[in-house]
């Protein structure tokens, strides 16, 4: 079965800083990932999806299949980008509509 | 210009007392997501409908029960709420037309349900 697998659950950078939120993937055949952003008190939103391969925000994702990694990263944070991150990826076997979450980052950028 | 509307945004129920989570899209999307978000975890599917056929995931309880009467409502009713079900309550769409764009899902701002 697919599994996502978000190994921070907190990530503090400083304003300016690079961020780099981490999410590594299990998955049989070639996955398609996303990135879902939260910002408080906001609704959760797709920020990203790697087949599109662009910049949102500022923020890029490259699949990465040796590592089954996803990474999400910008090179600048600004106090704008603090929110709760989710990597998603289809279900396997056919129901690529489906998503399984990771359990998500919460980035604080500080000022 | 809310596109998935769900009501009530906070719920309280008691404990066994049946209770009923009511999510409207104005986007005329094909498929309808009900995902269950507990504290500090990942939003879990329950159910989806595709259309008007209805698809359960595996480990969802049989105390979990939806209803989609038209393309625009869908209802998650939970039939004796247990203390273990307090948790959000999301709802999602989703337009499979053919493409690419399939997977791409629009969510409600989800209704916080307490069970005491």
């Known amino acids: 079965a697919q599994r996502v697998t978000q190994p921070e659950k907190l990530l503090s950078v400083f304003k300016g800083a690079p961020v780099e939120l981490k999410c590594n993937y299990s998955?049989?055949?070639?996955?398609?990932l996303f990135w879902y952003v939260q910002y408080s008190r906001q609704r959760l939103q797709l920020l990203l999806r790697h087949i599109s391969r662009e910049s949102i925000k500022g923020f890029t994702a490259d699949l990465n299949k040796g590592e089954t990694s996803f990474h999400l990263k910008k090179p600048f944070a600004q106090e704008e980008d603090s929110a709760m991150y989710y990597c998603a990826l289809p279900n396997s076997g056919g129901s690529n509509y489906k998503l399984t979450f990771g359990k998500g980052t919460l980035l604080t950028v500080n000022p | 210009d809310a596109m998935v509307i769900q009501n009530p945004r906070y719920q309280v129920t008691q404990f066994g007392k049946p209770v009923t989570l009511s999510c409207s899209q104005t986007l005329n999307h094909n498929v309808m997501y009900w995902y269950q978000q507990k504290s500090s975890q990942a939003p879990k599917l329950l159910f989806h409908?595709?259309?008007?056929?209805?698809?359960n995931e595996a480990d969802t309880p049989d105390n979990f029960q939806s209803r989609r009467p038209n393309t625009s409502f869908c209802f998650l009713d939970i039939r004796s709420p247990g203390l273990g079900d307090a948790a959000m309550y999301l709802c999602?769409?989703?337009?499979?037309?053919?493409?690419?764009?399939?997977?791409?899902?629009?969510f409600g701002s989800g209704t916080q349900l307490s069970v005491l």
């Open positions: 998955y049989s055949g070639s996955p398609e």
């Open positions: 999602a769409t989703s337009n499979l037309l053919t493409g690419w764009d399939n997977e791409k899902l629009f």
């Open positions: 409908y595709y259309d008007k056929d209805f698809n």
